[in-house]
């Protein structure tokens, strides 16, 4: 699996409430039935704690690394959504994170999962 000590942090640059999104559109992982390529993007969108309370941001290049290295795992993409959350909740402790994947069709089927952590506002969730 994916190891989430590729994931950095910083010190958030405000006490202000704000919001950050990131958006990956080159996601891939294996089917962990078929072997074949899956292909989505990753929306992480969150609100970091406070400068004064001990926020962090996670560090992009981390994150891009830490994203690829879920190219050669065949899982499913509700694991792989939670497991991103999970693992960026850990480093960062958000306020409230909500992590989208949107799958490629395959077989006539798209994907679209949610795994969130915290009071996520209705306006957020999408």
Same mark, same amino acid.
């Given at each position: 699996? /994916?190891?989430?000590?590729?994931?950095?942090?910083?010190?958030? *640059?405000?006490?202000?409430?704000?919001?950050? &999104?990131?958006?990956?559109? &080159?996601?891939?992982?294996? #089917?962990?039935?078929?072997?074949? *390529?899956?292909?989505?993007?990753?929306? !992480?969108? %969150? #609100? /970091?704690?406070? +400068?004064?309370?001990? =926020?962090? #941001?996670?560090?992009?290049?981390?994150?891009?690394?830490?994203?690829?290295?879920? +190219?050669? &795992?065949?899982? %499913?993409?509700?694991?792989?959504?939670?497991?991103?959350?999970?693992?960026?909740?850990?480093?960062?402790? *958000?306020?409230?994170?909500?992590?989208?994947?949107?799958?490629?069709?395959? =077989?006539?089927?798209?994907?679209?999962? !949610?795994?969130?952590? =915290?009071? !996520? *506002? /209705?306006?957020?969730?999408?």
């Amino acid at each position: 699996m /994916p190891d989430p000590s590729l994931l950095e942090a910083f010190e958030t *640059p405000s006490d202000t409430p704000f919001v950050i &999104e990131h958006v990956a559109e &080159e996601f891939t992982s294996l #089917c962990p039935k078929t072997g074949h *390529p899956d292909f989505g993007t990753v929306t !992480v969108r %969150f #609100c /970091p704690r406070a +400068r004064s309370a001990g =926020g962090t #941001c996670v560090e992009l290049k981390s994150l891009k690394l830490y994203l690829q290295s879920f +190219r050669n &795992e065949g899982v %499913f993409y509700e694991k792989v959504t939670n497991l991103i959350r999970d693992d960026l909740a850990a480093l960062m402790n *958000p306020v409230w994170l909500v992590v989208r994947t949107d799958w490629r069709g395959r =077989g006539g089927i798209r994907s679209t999962i !949610v795994a969130t952590r =915290g009071e !996520v *506002p /209705p306006d957020q969730r999408d």
